[in-house]
């Protein structure tokens, strides 16, 4: 089941945000000065996949509770894209700043109609606006959508997609608990090209129980073949709750093994990098800059957006807030006015320089060395020596991982914060 959410301060009724985190939004002449994205987050699924501690629910865990419903879904959704629009033009009164990105997410957004979906960014526009090459992706199911249905989400104004195809192997989809059949997604990728749409983007995860070298290569072979400008390749997590978790605490199921999962990555950059991508987050390739998720890159470095639906997380201005997880809690509150906010924080100065060099470290671009106190600076100096940070970027002010230092990302950032780097781990 899902994980519980965290602790924090209340949040008022309306969902009114200190003047502080108000302050400048929307004032910047050009939206890639302070990009606003808006994430929904849509919390149904079929089924649920073994290893998935999402905020999703089946149709038999939601039962047949008040708000719940897929039918209503939208509406409850855009309530709270006009709370948003009131909190954000507070206390001015004048039109927040444009959305420059929006990415529908979930559970499986594609369980809804085209035009639920659309009306949800309908609502986005009326509120704030859309910025000019507004990036608006969905993520789907392969086997939930088909070709009339990608047709009328590009008519309603999606031009991302995103699909689910973490393996071609059907032994391994059968071990993740996917319902879709080998091959589904390739032809979704033909099928979203053939709608119009900009950009497609393919999900893999490696690492899985059972999975082969062969297995892994067969994946990325297929993913490439199939023509998106957008791969993603995560590492299995094997979440506490999950099926996955339990089957391999009974000894069912072998866990993820460190070296493996390096040796995955490594087989991914390689055939990934000969096949015209390239990275630009660790466990994340595009063809170009056109097709990287800008939507995902606001979140890595530390963006604006409002998260929309029960669960879903909120950042504007150095203030983070979540949602309660429930969908009929989500919607009862909506349904009477009040934010559904279940409680925030205000993030300090450190917590923030924290977050910064923990996310911008992973992007190719890197991060500003200025960033750092002197033991940062001295630990960067360090990992170059060691070929985990490439020393021309550094001697240019930009901490840049090198392939080496992508496996060991997570101790090099350690390392950064002065936290030691004991705990190693694999890229992804």
């Known amino acids: 089941m899902p994980s519980t959410l965290p602790d924090g301060e209340p949040v008022p009724s309306d969902g009114a945000l200190p003047p502080s985190a108000l302050a400048g939004l929307g004032d910047a002449a050009d939206t890639a000065d302070r990009p606003f994205g808006v994430y929904v987050h849509v919390p149904f699924c079929v089924t649920r996949c073994g290893y998935c501690d ?32 009131r909190v954000l033009s507070a206390p001015t009164g004048a039109p927040a700043a444009p959305v420059s990105t929006v990415f529908v997410g979930g559970g499986t957004p594609t369980l809804l109609p085209p035009a639920d979906l659309g009306a949800v960014l309908r609502a986005v526009e009326a509120e704030f606006g859309l910025a ?20 009328e989400l590009r008519a309603q ?16 989809l059968a071990t ?14 033909a099928e979203a090209r053939a709608a119009g749409f900009d950009h497609v983007n393919l999900d893999l995860i ?7 070298d062969d297995d892994w290569q067969a994946s990325l072979d297929a993913a490439v ?15 506490d709750g999950t099926r996955l978790a339990a089957q391999i605490r009974r000894g069912v199921l072998a866990a993820p093994d460190d070296d493996v999962l390096a040796d995955r990555y490594l087989r991914a950059e390689e055939t990934l990098h000969a096949a015209g991508f390239s990275w630009y987050e660790v ?8 097709a990287r998720c800008r939507h995902n890159l606001l979140y890595w470095t530390g963006g604006d957006w409002w998260g929309i639906g029960p669960g879903a997380h909120s950042h504007v201005g150095g203030v983070r807030w979540w949602n309660v997880k429930h969908p009929a809690a989500y919607a009862e509150r909506l349904a009477r ?12 100065a450190q917590t923030r320089t924290v977050e910064r060099v923990m996310l911008e470290v992973r992007l190719a671009g890197g991060l500003a060395v200025s960033v750092l106190d002197d033991t940062g600076r001295a630990a960067a100096r360090r990992a170059a020596a060691d070929g985990m940070v490439v020393p021309e970027a550094l001697a240019a002010g930009r901490v840049v991982l090198t392939l080496r230092g992508r496996l060991l990302a997570d101790a090099v950032v350690r390392d950064l914060l002065g936290w030691g780097s004991d705990l190693l781990s694999s890229a992804g």
């Open 54 to 85: 999402f905020n999703t629910y089946t149709a038999e865990e939601l039962g047949p509770a008040p708000g719940a419903s897929r039918a209503t879904y939208a509406q409850a959704a855009i309530s709270e894209v006009r709370l948003a629009g």
């Open 132 to 151: 000019p090459g507004a990036e608006v992706t969905t993520e789907a199911n392969p086997e939930s959508v088909d070709r009339r249905y990608l047709d």
């Open 157 to 172: 104004g999606f031009n991302r997609i995103s699909f689910g195809m973490q393996s071609a192997r059907p032994h391994v």
């Open 176 to 189: 993740l608990d996917r319902r879709h059949t080998p091959g589904r997604p390739q032809a979704c990728v």
């Open 206 to 212: 490696y690492g899985t129980p059972g999975e082969s």
């Open 225 to 239: 073949a199939a023509g998106p400008d957008h791969v993603s390749a995560y590492s299995l997590i094997v979440e």
């Open 283 to 290: 466990s994340n390739w595009a063809r170009d800059e056109t």
């Open 337 to 348: 006015g009040v934010s559904p906010a279940h409680a925030r924080e205000v993030l300090d």
